[in-house]
């Protein structure tokens, strides 16, 4: 994961000092980034418990948590932690427990053709190689997403949920490359290992920089019909294999910060794909009939002069995002 803004500073400084790639670094590194993965907030109020960590959250009725018990998988991008803001709304009233949870936490592995080919199959031997050397973990090439059930990250007292509810984005199908292997055939985004680690570190492993030029092709974003196609049988499949229900987040259709005036030069304007992969995502709502967290209207309503960016929100931006969520979950009766 990226480390926090106050933590980078603090790494910078240290490494002015005394220099890079230090063992108290490496240890005080692993120390920070031990406590994040592991570390679980208790709550508890009457009649309920809710349990959170960075990568999910629970709300029972107790920490024996009873039946009913129903899930909500997380797959896609920055955005979709927005839903564990839901979470306060359901403990009032809540029967058995609920556990939401992203499934591969990340940028790199949630487009719908990745999802796909994880589908379809991979030779475990043709991609041992990239594996290593781009240090992708165990789940990137897997079905595990297709699996009927998913364990709690960080809370595995809780045991195992079946996959009531998928959520998931078009904000990875909208923004993020992917890249083919020249030989083989298969495809990834390398921005787990681009992103996770210090970009000084990245610019020095020029070692690895080459064995990607060499073995691997860019070829680009979704087009918006690829991406309808996709979302079909996505649907479809999940509906087939998992039982679950689908609901989407769209994604704020505006740059915030964004200060082009004049688009002459201007290829392709994101705002503009962003808006036609809304679109496309209500068509599919209407053809497939799954529902829509609305972010494009939620923001704005609350306005966006702060807004970082169309898949990262402030704080307050979080509630009602969570609010049209629980909306939706009611909607659907689930809880």
Known sequence: MPLSKPVTLSLNAWRT??????????????????????????????????????????????LDF????????LKGGCDLPSVFTAAPLMRDDIRGTVAMARHIWGTGGNRSDQILQ?????DPDKVAETREMLKIGPDYFEPSFFDPTFPVPQIPEAGDFPKSVVVMG???DETRQMYRH????????????????????VLKDLDTVDWFRANFERVGRL??????????RLVSEIRSRMGS????????????????????????????????????LAELSAELNFSIVDIDRILKNMGVEEQVDFAHFPVDRMGPIGAEVHRILEAIDFV
């Open 223 to 232: 087009s918006v019909d690829e991406f309808k196609s996709n979302t079909r």
């Open 66 to 73: 009873p039946e009913p018990r129903r899930g909500i998988l």
């Open 182 to 201: 020249k030989e083989h055939g298969f495809i990834i985004d390398p921005g787990g290992w681009w992103l996770n680690q210090d970009l000084g570190r």
């Open 170 to 172: 078009i904000a990875t």
């Open 245 to 280: 229900q689908v609901i989407f987040y769209n994604a704020l259709a505006l740059d915030p910060a964004n200060p082009t005036h004049n688009y002459q030069l201007v290829k392709t304007a994101h705002a503009a794909r962003r808006r036609e992969f809304t679109i496309a």
């Open 118 to 122: 994880t589908l379809d199959g991979v």
């Open 17 to 62: 000092i005394f220099g890079e790639d230090t063992k108290v670094e490496n240890w005080a590194k692993e120390k920070y980034l031990s406590k994040i993965h592991t570390e679980v907030n208790r709550e508890r109020g009457p009649g309920w418990v809710q349990l959170s960590g960075h990568r999910s959250v629970v709300v029972s009725e107790s």
